[in-house]
Nanobody
Framework: QVQLVESGGGLVQTGGSLRLSCATS????????IAWFRQAPGKEREFVAA?????YLSDSVKGRFTISRDYAKNTVNLQMNRLKPEDTAVYYC?????????????????WGQGTQVTVSS
């Protein structure tokens, strides 16, 4: 069973930084692409970033967020800098069923519980 556990959310002021982590098993970490999605109140869940065969970030976060893998801890980290109020959302970690990175939500079969990120203006 694939388990994903997010941590690192919280409240931050505009322009601040947060680092989210997604912890999983060594098998999942080494086999599947892992992505971050986010969902703001009243909006669809949207792709943010993913790491697997390659790394990909959405245009809305490119230049501010980075995604990286910690091979010692089996975690995928999302470093979020220069945060804006529109980044406020619940952030979800998700694992695909392959190593290939995709932005399509339906390709991610496994999901964490989510962590809240709130950016105050």
């Amino acid at each position: 069973q694939v388990q994903l556990v997010e941590s690192g959310g919280g409240l931050v002021q505009t322009g601040g930084s947060l680092r989210l982590s997604c912890a999983t098993s060594a098998h999942t970490f080494g086999t599947y692409a892992i992505a971050w999605f986010r969902q703001a109140p009243g909006k669809e869940r949207e792709f943010v970033a993913a790491s697997g065969g390659n790394t990909y970030l959405s245009d809305s976060v490119k230049g501010r967020f980075t995604i990286s893998r910690d091979y010692a801890k089996n975690t995928v980290n999302l470093q979020m800098n220069r945060l804006k109020p529109e980044d406020t959302a619940v952030y979800y970690c998700a694992a695909s069923s392959s190593w290939m990175v995709t932005t399509l939500r339906r390709e991610y079969a496994y999901w964490g519980q989510g962590t809240q990120v709130t950016v105050s203006s």
